[in-house]
């Protein structure tokens, strides 16, 4: 996985909060609807095995700079959720506890 690109992902429960908000509230325009925090692709990879399997090892370090893609791809994806956040005082759920929460409620264990 990519060790050089960067994004921010989001918990699905968090994501269904954030419709809800909408959905609850007259609000317009365009917000991003992310994790707080970024973190590289491997990062996160390395946290989903390690939770999943911590004795398996197969997600190994890449640099997307060494594959030739057609379209350019950016290395930091990151969005900004302040609008969001500043708006509707929710909080995202960090890395770990959303990843914790997703194995527990889908049995991946």
């Known amino acids: 996985m990519f060790h050089d690109v960067y994004f921010n992902p989001v918990y699905i429960k968090d994501l269904l909060k954030a419709i809800e908000f909408f959905i609850n509230n007259d609000h317009n325009g365009i917000f991003n609807i992310s994790n707080s925090k970024k973190i590289s692709k491997y990062e996160f990879g390395k946290i989903i095995e390690n939770k999943i399997s911590p004795n398996f090892n197969c997600i190994n370090p890449c640099s997307i700079e060494?594959?030739?893609?057609?379209?350019?791809?950016?290395?930091?994806?990151s969005l900004d959720n302040k609008k969001f956040t500043n708006?509707?005082?929710?909080?995202?759920?960090?890395?770990?506890e959303s990843i914790n929460k997703f194995i527990m409620t889908n049995n991946c264990e």
Do not use: H, I, V
Not at 87 to 96: I, K, N, Q, T, V
């Open 66 to 77: 060494k594959n030739n893609f057609f379209a350019k791809r950016p290395k930091d994806m």
């Open 87 to 96: 708006l509707s005082r929710y909080m995202f759920l960090d890395f770990e």
